[in-house]
């Protein structure tokens, strides 16, 4: 059963930093690229971060959010983490780690990609 955990959401001010992790099991971890997406209340999911499969892939950022957040991966432990600095209170939102198989090209759009996470609340108060 394949199954993504996100962690590392909480509450902070804004300036603040924080590393959200997405762990993973069930899954060849390093057959996937792994995209973090975020949804704002009434607001539709949109792509974060993303970075493509293999021991070093490579990665894409939303405009939005470059120079602020950092993806990297660690395949021997089959986790993701989404460095995130310099936040606003803009970047409050539930984030989503999502995977999809190698077999695929990378895209940001959430719809193709096949395992998803249950999210993790980033809050960012003004």
């Known amino acids: 059963q394949v199954q993504l955990v996100e962690s590392g959401g909480k509450l902070v001010q804004a300036g603040g930093s924080l590393r959200l992790s997405c762990a993973a099991s069930g899954l060849t971890f390093s057959n996937y690229h792994v995209g973090w997406f975020r949804q704002a209340p009434g607001k539709e999911r949109e792509f974060v971060a993303a970075i493509t499969w293999g021991s070093s892939g490579n990665t894409y950022y939303a405009d939005s959010v470059k120079g602020r957040i950092t993806i990297s991966r660690d395949n021997a432990k089959n986790m993701v983490y989404l460095q995130m600095n310099t936040l606003k209170p803009e970047d409050t939102a539930v984030y989503c780690c999502?995977?999809?198989?190698?077999?695929?090209?990378?895209?940001?759009?959430?719809?193709?990609?096949?395992?998803w996470g249950q999210g993790t609340q980033v809050t960012v108060s003004s």
């Open positions: 999502a995977a999809l198989n190698r077999g695929r090209p990378f895209t940001r759009t959430p719809d193709p990609y096949d395992y």
